[in-house]
């Protein structure tokens, strides 16, 4: 698999809806297009809300992958 | 011998039937929907609609869904209007300020319900304050941020919080009541105007 090269992490462990897509909307914001987010979430709705978010922002969702409770989600900023 | 047999509707075969025609729209090209370039592609043919709720009631359980749906509106990159009202605009006053008004009514009623988000109240299950205090030990448990914190996300998320003109005159609130941040007070044709453009309504 190919590694793509993330510049943060966004630690959203233990957080409930909605604060892993306030807060990856407040990181991602600070990224230059084209820049990658690393997420890590809890939460097992974070599944669906971040595609959706991915879906209405335009941000692209370049991996998803889950290990044991924690969901894992790379971001990149168009 | 042959029976004839009348033809009979089944409604599963005829739904079954349908969507196997579906399967023809499997050779149009793909959607517009994944990747950078494409993305932009889309950004330029849909324009998302803003989101106007209505923020009417002080309930505690209320306030907390209004905020988590403008929070997360405005992570969404959707423009947000909060427009504050009779009981929800005593949310958007400053928690450090504990009795407004100018008059002994307008005192009275913001000495009876404590304004401020971080001093609401829940409609059921209040229990003097037994309800909430139990509600913000849960919240905190499962992570849920509360209404406070999804307030101060959503303004730096860019959400507009827009107070009544007509509720801040009959409680007698001041622009110095209110928290930081809040936009000019406006009126009912404000909110009647934005829902006829472009705004999805939402009365909590």
């Known amino acids: 698999m190919p590694v793509i090269e993330t510049s ?3 630690d959203a462990r233990g957080l409930s809806c909605p604060m892993p897509i306030v807060k990856t909307a407040q990181a991602v914001r600070t990224l230059a297009s084209g820049a990658a987010v690393e997420l890590l979430a809890t939460d097992p709705g974070s599944t ?14 370049l991996e998803q992958s889950v290990e044991g409770t924690v969901f894992r989600f790379v971001i990149r900023r168009k | 011998m042959t ?3 009348r033809p009979t509707f089944d409604p599963l075969a005829e739904a079954i039937g349908a969507l196997e025609g579906l399967s ?4 149009l090209p793909e959607l517009p929907l994944a990747g950078p370039e494409r993305a932009s592609a889309v950004d330029d043919a849909k324009k998302l609609k803003d989101i106007l709720i209505i923020d009417y009631s002080g309930d505690l359980e209320k306030v907390w869904a209004a905020l988590i749906l ?3 509106s405005g ?9 504050v009202t009779f009981w929800g605009l005593q949310v958007f006053v400053k928690d450090s300020v504990r009795i407004t008004g100018q008059n002994w009514m307008q005192k009275m009623l913001s000495a009876m319900q404590r304004p401020g988000v971080s001093h609401r ?5 209040n229990f003097l304050g037994m309800g909430p205090w139990m509600m913000g030990r849960l919240a905190k448990q499962y992570g849920v941020a509360s209404p406070r914190e999804l307030l101060e996300a959503a303004q730096a998320l860019g959400v507009e919080f827009i107070p009544c003109q007509m ?3 009959m409680f007698g609130l001041k622009a110095s009541d209110m928290i930081e941040g809040m936009g000019e007070p406006a009126g009912a044709a404000t909110v009647i105007g934005l829902m006829t453009e472009n705004s999805i309504p939402l009365f909590i």
């Open chain 2, 167 to 169: 509720t801040m005159d």
């Open chain 2, 75 to 83: 992570a969404m990159g959707v423009r947000t209007r909060v427009f």
């Open chain 2, 3 to 5: 029976v004839a047999t």
């Open chain 2, 121 to 125: 109240k829940l409609s059921k299950m």
């Open chain 1, 48 to 61: 669906k809300d971040v595609a959706a978010w991915c879906r209405v922002t335009g941000h692209e969702l």
């Open chain 2, 70 to 72: 403008a929070s997360t």
């Open chain 1, 8 to 10: 943060q992490t966004i």
């Open chain 2, 24 to 27: 023809d729209l499997a050779d």
